[in-house]
Nanobody
């Protein structure tokens, strides 16, 4: 009933910028915390940045000062602005959301603490 779709990835050079988007759609009632994760070569997913409903943010040390996470609640979208990209930023970026959605036309709802998107590839060449 709810989809998360990431977009904005691509192939860039060291020092370039990208902006990733994560948009939720469907019978959405609310989006709580959202995080961006990077999947590395061993398929581990490491937290890059996260943002709460109130707008509190948290970043991995490796991206502090270069990446900015933000959210537009009117569009159900969370952004990750990535500046001064480095080759070690390469990976598949996923968003994960804690969200609540309707499951019926009679007010039934469900909360999913770990809704994932399909990922978007970011490749930074040296």
């Amino acid at each position: 009933q709810v989809q998360l779709v990431e977009s904005g990835g691509g192939l860039v050079q060291t020092g370039d910028s990208l902006r990733l988007s994560c948009t939720a759609s469907g019978r959405l009632l609310s989006i709580n915390a959202v995080g961006w994760y990077r999947q590395g070569p061993e398929n581990q997913r490491d937290l890059v940045a996260e943002i709460t409903t109130a707008g509190t943010t948290n970043y991995a040390d490796s991206v502090k000062g270069r990446f900015t996470i933000s959210r537009d609640n009117t569009d159900n979208t969370v952004y990750l602005q990535m500046n001064n990209l480095k080759p070690e930023d390469t990976g598949v970026y996923f968003c994960k959301a804690d969200l609540t959605y309707e499951t019926s036309d009679w007010g039934d709802k469900m909360r999913d603490f770990n809704a994932w998107g399909q990922g978007t590839q970011v490749t930074v060449s040296s």
